[in-house]
């Protein structure tokens, strides 16, 4: 998520997350943080574009990524997406939560009598927390819980709002978090730890 907007990691992890993080620092502060992610995003893409035998390890807080998503991902995010925060739990648990609008997933396409979407509309804030396992160059997302609106939803409704939002001309149904996906940029293996990730290349 953090890096090139590498489509597939950036989607899990902006939907691994969870509740929005309050910022204890200043909003000067929280440019910094943004800023200060940039840079590792910038060692992170020339370090696999020059892959080596030694390994590099950038460890990235949850301020900073919260941060980057504030003041640089803003702007970037689909119409009807908003105010994405990540927290990072510890032991590969991280969750997520975005604020979506309903109503563009829902007319989509036709819908059954029985299919939850039917009911949905608004903006709502979407939660998601499960396990993110990220070792050997892949990356897999063990989904365990996600709420919207503070009630709970079977995962195919969170299925539902992700290939919407994630949709792109050359992957026109969107990101599936059931598949593995490659680590971009020769990233090995992520570490999900209490407040930070570890990126090891």
Same mark, same amino acid.
């Given at each position: 998520m953090l890096l090139k907007p590498g489509r597939r990691l950036a989607v899990t992890a902006a939907l691994l997350a969870a509740l929005a993080v309050t910022h204890a620092a200043a909003v000067d502060g929280s440019h910094q943080d943004a800023e200060q992610l940039k840079r590792k995003i910038a060692s992170i893409n020339a370090?696999?574009?020059r892959p080596s035998t030694r390994e590099q390890r950038v460890t990235v807080s949850e301020q900073e990524i919260n941060a980057y998503l504030t003041f640089e991902v803003r702007s970037q995010?689909?119409?009807?997406?908003a105010e994405p925060a990540v927290t990072m739990l510890g032991a590969g648990q991280v969750s997520a939560r975005?604020?979506?609008?309903?109503? =563009?997933?829902?007319?989509?396409? @036709?819908?059954?009598l029985f299919d %939850?979407?039917?009911f949905?509309?608004?903006? $709502? %804030?979407v939660m998601a927390s499960g396990v993110l396992r990220a070792s050997q160059g892949t990356g897999h997302l063990e989904l365990q819980t996600a709420t919207l609106?503070?009630?709970?939803?079977p995962t195919s409704v $969170?299925?539902?709002?992700? @290939? +919407? +939002?994630s949709r792109?001309?050359?992957? %026109? =149904?969107g990101v599936s978090l059931a598949d593995p996906f490659p680590l971009p940029a020769h990233i090995r293996e992520i570490l999900v730890e209490s407040g930070q990730t570890i990126i090891v290349q």
């Open positions: 370090f696999g574009e995010l689909p119409a009807g997406v975005a604020v979506v609008d309903l109503d =563009a997933v829902r007319g989509q396409k @036709s819908r059954g %939850p979407m039917s949905l509309s608004g903006r $709502l %804030p609106g503070g009630v709970r939803i $969170l299925q539902d709002i992700v @290939s +919407y +939002y792109t001309p050359a992957h %026109p =149904a």
